[in-house]
């Protein structure tokens, strides 16, 4: 009887088997009776379990070993939307494989939420409304405006501003901009068309060749020799080849990636590019400069893809580099898995950097997909960096990638700056005066820049005022209840924070545990740097730059902007300054507490430091002034500041490659965490020592498993961690160690344990 069915079921249907957001590593089978003929790579909306979900069509089929009676129907496929490419397809799947995920856990992620919303299907792809200011407007509106009317008025710059303004953009300035805009179409001011549709084709060929004149006639400027022999192998390269793209602090690295794109623009007229950078903030500067550089280039053809654009602006994007509109795609991480059919070039900006590796849910590396994407395609991929990563150099080294060698600044009068090290316990044995943590000869310096008109850059990698506040009766140190971290004291806005959880509370009038109300900040964060500048650099305008001032969308590119008109003489921040910024003014950099990464656990923190430094540094003497770093430290002696003093960065990567090596770590040796996340410490390192035997038992004889052990932040929002290392110095053994050990960790029952993850290619360790 079971076979009778399953027979009629075939005569009469095909199916369809469709990859889903489950962590199950398999695909379901459906039923198809819908038109038109469904392909792999379309969206449809089906029932799993008591609800319907989106789902991806992988394979096409006549047949299926499910029975007849266990199959369910397709209820609706998402036709209006262009499949989504075979490339795109294995390259997601190779993700899933190699991070140990099922597909549909890289898949689906990756596309905008709005495709995952089948009631959005046909809003979000039909023609976008569009409005055009008309001559009679450009006349009569101005003067029609109230004078206290903000609203209307940047809903009218935006009109003066754009040829054509979505109508999604126009009620983002205006609440009630449908009915205004309604109002000024009667009166002949605004017009209202209806744009091209995501599925529209448009000729860019005449409009490309216009933009590459337009940027070698007048915005191409001179490059170096060295420029001009890393364009040349860029754009001569045939097929796949990996560059690593390795020049100082202002070498115009962008310069380079800026005219083999140009040359790819002009020469290609279906061609896209992709520009990846590893954060939002460094996202308006190459967003400018590429506009500027290929301001001939359509409208739409220019796009960016980050977790800051809202929704619906993140969906058009991605539906432009889908379709092949967008021409320049640039963004962070997330971007490597957009869909673009057309793709031709890959640069990555800044390689080095530890954003590009996803921290949750599918903890990929955007560097590492790029390199294999580019290879899949056969086309050329850019990593950039002064400071390339210590995996990255390996490979340079070995010749799988070709090293491109950028050893001057672009700007012929600029040099790299110099750097002094401050010994604060020399200054301390002499007596000399300081201000909280800033040292005697790092003020004077500043004043002197002060006073020549100059700019001064302070960089120091802890937000908020002060890392602690103890009691110097008892000792007691304000800690976070949820979590096995101290608080941080946040003084302007009178609360301790806790930077893991986001816990709160009001600063104490007293200690809880003695009742002593001598109770004071211990160390120094961004905020209290900026408070002592006021007084020991008086007259100085000081801006800080950190995750709490630029916490409102946009409040970053304002604060940038102030810093490049000039209206800062002091800028204090975190990570967010140190790297790619071009500051023409900053001649001064100074570096607070970089001693606490010297002795670290993790065998990467001085990698990290030594490019941390590196990069901050290179923000001063950029425009031909000279430039000078001052480094506070303990430990003056140390070999990893005297390297950076010397920007001896292949001396530092060499000898620290020979640490690893003797030492048995990556590039060396590859590496896989499991970490697990239990309601009591006990039940975590219990399903840790589980997993390890039973990884045991699944063969893995070559791959060398350490004990598990608590994290270093054990405790997060009551939730307590732990992790478990695994070594092996064969990549493909270790992957099929992982992929033998799946089942066997999806089948551990531990009591008390909410969650568990593997990771590949750990950062943290």
Request: charged content about 20%; overall charge positive; some cysteine.
């Amino acid at each position: 009887m079971h076979q009778r069915g399953l027979r009629r079921v075939r005569q009469l249907s095909v199916f369809v088997r469709v990859a889903l957001e489950h962590p199950l590593p398999t695909l379901f089978d459906y039923r198809y009776n819908l038109a038109p003929t469904p392909l792999p790579g379309m969206l449809v909306r089906i029932p799993f379990g008591r609800r319907d979900t989106i789902g991806l069509i992988c394979e096409v089929t006549d047949h299926t070993d499910v029975p007849a009676d266990k199959l369910r129907d397709v209820a609706a496929i998402c036709s209006t939307l262009a499949p989504l490419a075979d490339e795109w397809r294995v390259l997601t799947l190779f993700a899933a494989e190699y991070y140990q995920r099922s597909l549909g856990e890289v898949a689906l992620p990756a596309l905008p939420q709005v495709l995952r919303d089948a009631l959005r299907w046909a809003k979000l792809l039909a023609p976008e409304e569009r409005y055009r200011l008309m001559p009679e407007g450009r006349a009569s509106l101005p003067d029609a405006l109230p004078a206290r009317a903000t609203a209307l008025r940047r809903l009218a710059d935006a009109l003066v501003a754009n040829p054509t303004l979505p109508a999604t953009e126009a009620r983002a300035l205006h609440p009630k901009a449908r009915a205004t805009l309604d109002e000024w179409q009667m009166r002949g001011w605004v017009s209202l068309e209806t744009g091209d549709g995501p599925e529209q084709d448009i000729a860019f060929a005449p409009a490309v060749e216009k933009a590459a004149r337009h940027a070698s006639d007048v915005l191409l400027p001179q490059l170096t020799a060295e420029q001009s022999d890393a364009v040349g192998a860029i754009i001569g390269a045939n097929g796949f080849a990996a560059f690593l793209l390795h020049g100082v602090t202002g070498s115009g690295k962008t310069e380079v990636y800026l005219h083999a794109l140009a040359d790819l623009l002009g020469s290609r007229p279906d061609a896209q590019a992709l520009v990846l950078v590893p954060e939002i903030n460094l996202t308006p500067q190459f967003e400018a400069a590429f506009r500027m550089r290929f301001a001939a280039l359509p409208e739409g053809a220019i796009v960016t893809m980050h977790s800051g654009l809202a929704e619906g602006e993140r969906a058009r994007n991605w539906l432009a580099a889908h379709t092949g509109r967008a021409r320049l795609v640039l963004g962070t991480r997330l971007a490597i898995l957009a869909s673009l059919p057309k793709l031709a070039l890959i640069v990555v900006d800044e390689e080095h950097d530890p954003a590009y590796k996803q921290q949750e849910g599918l903890r990929y590396s955007a560097r590492d997909l790029a390199v294999y994407r580019a290879n899949k395609l056969k086309i050329p991929v850019v990593l950039g960096s002064a400071t390339p990563s210590l995996e990255s150099w390996w490979q340079a080294e070995q010749g799988r990638y070709t090293k491109l060698t950028l050893t001057r600044r672009a700007v012929t009068t600029a040099v790299l700056p110099s750097v002094r090290l401050i010994d604060l316990e020399e200054e301390r044995q002499r007596g000399r005066a300081s201000v909280e943590s800033l040292s005697g000869p790092l003020i004077a310096a500043m004043k002197t820049r002060l006073e020549r008109g100059e700019q001064s850059l302070v960089f120091l990698n802890r937000r908020g005022y002060a890392p602690i506040l103890s009691c110097y009766a008892c000792g007691w140190v304000a800690g976070c209840p949820r979590c096995s971290a101290y608080v941080v004291l946040h003084k302007s806005e009178r609360a301790l924070r806790c930077h893991h959880c986001g816990w709160e509370s009001r600063i104490p009038k007293s200690c809880p545990d003695c009742g002593n109300v001598d109770i004071a900040p211990m160390g120094c964060g961004t905020q209290r740097v900026e408070e002592t500048f006021a007084t020991a650099v008086p007259g100085a305008r000081v801006l800080r730059i950190d995750a709490d001032s630029t916490r409102r969308k946009g409040s970053a590119q304002a604060l940038f902007s102030d810093v490049h008109a000039g209206e800062v003489d002091i800028l204090v921040g975190t990570q967010m300054i140190a790297k790619g910024h071009d500051f023409q003014r900053v001649t001064l950099v100074g570096v607070l507490n970089a001693d606490t990464a010297l002795f670290s656990h993790d065998f990467r923190a001085s990698e990290r430091l030594f490019a941390q430094l590196m990069q901050v540094s290179g923000r001063a003497g950029r425009a031909g002034l000279p430039g000078e770093v001052m480094i506070q430290t303990r430990y003056a002696r140390h070999a990893l500041y005297h390297a950076l003093a010397r920007h001896d960065y292949v001396g530092f990567a060499n000898s620290t490659l020979a640490e690893r090596r003797d030492a048995h770590l990556p590039p060396f040796v590859y590496q896989a965490m499991l970490r697990a996340e239990g309601h009591t410490l006990e039940a975590a390192l219990d399903f840790l020592g589980a997993a390890a035997e039973s990884i045991a038992l699944a063969g893995a004889e070559r791959v060398t498993v350490y004990d598990a052990v608590p994290l270093t932040i054990m405790k997060v929002f009551n939730v307590h961690r732990a992790q478990l290392l695994l070594e092996c110095a064969s990549r493909a053994v270790l992957q099929n160690a992982l992929r033998a050990w799946q089942p066997a960790l999806r089948n551990l029952k531990v009591k008390g344990v909410i969650r568990w993850n593997v990771e590949v290619d750990p950062l943290d360790i």
